[in-house]
């Protein structure tokens, strides 16, 4: 009866150290495929070539260009319908650009076949403004869902990742196991960024993360996503109007500015620098967003009222 | 004129989240290739949008409105054909996971069942109630069984689940489709490089054309059972001569026709719906729009594929059996 029990035993020792070995190996391939990508350092990891994106008779992006490099976290800042999402969907591939052309660590998104697009995206983790949850899933479903996707480990490696990224998100393990709609808002954010980082992505991509939270919630998602950049070796992209955000997470500010709002020879980008120079901006506009002030926009809702 | 429209359509307009815009941007690219527009043509579109538009004749501005119309359906039929071809290509290349599958199958098959056969019974009856007079007043009350289940298996079974099927599992596929693509959840599977045709599409449409055959024999089979318990039990037509002319009414081809047609319903529910739902306008009323466009579409193009196959079977089964077959 020992004697089974112990060959027991020594069989989960052994399935253990499996699952370590898998763990190990999984990530190491993950950081030799980020080491041989830092040695391109000089070369920018994702560029936007004179990017224009046009939906039906509306110009939404004009002449974009922007170089982001390895390891910067930039946040893109500006008022609702200014482009901002349409741009970040565009930088990994959602949004074909009506003109122009991203380029991520040097290969041009447009020259890739649908292969290359799809092993590219993997190189993204994408956290959406809502979550995006699956709603079919469950949470712990949600999260592996990356990683069943890449074919690359086993159900026990999946676990063990899953379980790891919810702590590191700060939620319960009795999580893993409620569907989206039992959660809050707060929780769902966390939830996508988990699922955005299972698969330890170059780069990760937040689509407004504190927009409807309440403060405390929306510093919490601020810290988690210092935090992240802290654990793991990535180039954010945070499209936000909440400045706080701004300033807390972001090395890097780019403002866009609405295309029709703009005379045709003004660049849409109003703003590229340091958080620390947003309040003292050359550009009325970038000052009046920055404070929160509604400037020409009164007079707007003055000739509204009138008319 | 499929092969025009397929140009005019985008190659992914589906994957993408702008759908038909998305779309416009690709045809626009099209256009700038074609005739090489350089940046400039793009201000000069800038331009256009604010300065103000000249008033148009009302003669212009109706052929402009037919003119939009017309493009527009040639896209909307070259999109569906590029939809269905990607889906068709993911088909025969690989198969989605068996856990996918299953939970379509159960949606489509099982959950399905009671309602087609509930319809069934009392379309059977239905026809029993309305033939019975007209056959009374010419004393042919036995031949009763013939007309209803010729009727049932070659043309009110098959068009019956497939109507329900449309109804039931079309409708809801368009609006659950449709949230995904409104609450971003398509967008998130492409950006986890999954493909949502693959993911999505696939497993339905394999539920939709493995499983409504099945659904069809079962109205099939309802239905003969609701028109022989109204016409033997309620109109008390003799039991004997009302089954073996019902057995001389009804031939294997019959029924083969009416199952093969089941198949081209099945397809047409499930790539219409999908279809919708993934170029689902936002908001709560793009998703209602969704779901009850694929449903008057589905049901439109199932009766207009039916006339063509029955035309189809039709010469065939004459050019098998020249002298047909007389049940009267």
Known sequence: MNEVSGQAEEDDIDNDVDVDDDITAFEDSNRDVAAAQQTSDEQPLIEARNVSVVFDDQIVLQDIELQITRGQTVAIIGESGCGKTVFMKTLVGLVNPTQGEIYFDGEGLHHMGYAELTQTRRRFGFVFQNAALFDSMSVYENIAFPLRQSKVVSETVVEESVMQHLAEVGLPKNVAYKRPAELSGGMRKRVGLARALILKPEVVVYDEPTTGLDPIMSDVINELILDTRRRYPVTSVVVTHDMHTARKVADRVLMFYPRSRLDEDESQVLFDGPPSALEHAEDRRVRQFVRGEAGERLTELAHGLSG | ?328
């Not at chain 2, 059977?124 to 289940?149: E, P, T």
């Not at chain 2, 089979?221 to 016409?231: A, D, K, L, T």
């Open chain 2, 1 to 328: 004129m499929v092969l025009l429209a397929a140009i005019l359509a985008s190659p992914s307009t589906f994957t993408n989240p702008q759908g038909r815009a998305d779309r416009y941007n690709q045809t626009c690219l099209c256009f700038q290739t074609a005739y090489d527009w350089d940046l400039g043509r793009v201000s000069d579109s800038a331009n256009s949008l604010y300065s103000s538009a000249k008033p148009e004749s009302a003669f212009v501005r109706w052929v402009n409105q037919w003119g939009s119309a017309v493009v527009d359906g040639i896209t909307t039929i070259g999109d569906m054909t590029l939809f269905s071809w990607k889906m068709l290509k993911w088909l025969f290349t690989r198969l989605p996971c068996r856990g996918t599958v299953l939970v379509n199958f159960y949606q489509v098959g099982a959950l399905s069942l009671p309602v087609v056969a509930l319809t069934g019974t009392f379309i059977g009856m239905v026809l029993a109630v309305q033939s019975y007079a007209q056959f009374h007043a010419i004393g042919l009350d036995s031949r009763l069984g013939a007309v209803i289940n010729s009727t049932l298996v070659k043309e009110l079974g098959p068009v019956l689940a497939a109507t329900m099927l449309a109804g039931r599992v079309g409708g809801a596929m368009a609006a659950v489709l449709g949230t995904m693509r409104v609450t971003e959840q398509i967008d998130a599977l492409t950006a986890m490089g999954a493909d949502p045709i693959h993911y999505l599409v696939v497993p339905r449409f394999l539920a939709c054309i493995l499983l409504i055959p099945s659904l069809t024999i079962m109205a099939d089979f309802m239905g003969i059972v609701g028109g022989y318990f109204y016409s033997v039990i309620i109109l008390g037509i003799d039991h004997a001569a009302y089954l073996n002319h019902s057995r001389d009414g009804v031939t294997g081809f019959d029924l083969f026709s009416g199952i093969f047609k089941s198949v081209f319903f099945g397809s047409i529910i499930a790539i219409v719906s999908c279809y919708r739902g993934f170029n689902c306008e936002p908001g709560a009323e793009g998703v209602g729009k969704a779901a009850t466009t694929a449903f008057v579409y589905s049901f439109v193009l199932i009766l207009a594929v039916d006339l063509f196959l029955t035309i189809v079977m039709n010469s065939i089964y004459y050019t098998i059996y020249p002298n047909g077959t007389s049940f009267l």
